[in-house]
């Protein structure tokens, strides 16, 4: 007994589409294209009066993408990768001999990598900085 339930002679492989290479997608429903916006989260929104005892008909809205939204999201986001940074240094407090010019000393491995990660922050960011200010300087002018 064979494991192919598709039953017929159809092969076993290379079969693509509908029964009827013919069929329209304008009769034929499943071969519509989905709609993209169906894919958007939904809000059910009564239509007329009633509660929830009534048989009013309900319509179904998208919610909007806002620029609140995307603050929260990050916002969000920033949290926890603070935490992990907070349970990294946490978890790397064995001391380190830190020399720089003249300067020597000791501080947790976490908390020097976490002052080197940022001085490489400031290392893109300033010069990044001064190079969007020179532009829009440009762009009012011309």
């Known amino acids: 007994m064979s494991d192919d339930r598709r039953g017929g002679d159809s092969p076993a492989w290379g079969r693509v589409g509908p ?3 013919t069929a329209d997608p304008a009769t034929h429903p499943a071969l519509r294209t989905p709609d993209p916006t169906a894919d958007q989260p939904t809000v059910a929104v009564p239509v007329e009066g009633g509660g929830p005892d009534s048989e009013a008909t309900t319509e179904k809205r998208a919610i909007p993408h806002t620029r609140i939204g995307g603050l929260w999201a990050a916002l969000i986001l920033s949290a926890v990768v603070l935490i992990f940074l907070l349970v990294f240094i946490l978890q790397n407090t064995e001391p380190v001999a830190i ?3 003249w300067l020597t000393g000791t501080l ?4 020097a990598l976490l002052f080197a990660a940022i001085a490489g ?3 893109v ?3 990044g900085t001064g190079r969007i200010l020179q532009l829009r300087r440009q762009a009012r002018r011309g």
């Open 19 to 21: 029964e009827d290479p």
């Open 99 to 101: 020399n720089f010019l």
């Open 108 to 111: 947790p491995t976490g908390v």
């Open 121 to 123: 922050i400031l290392l």
């Open 125 to 127: 960011a300033v010069p």
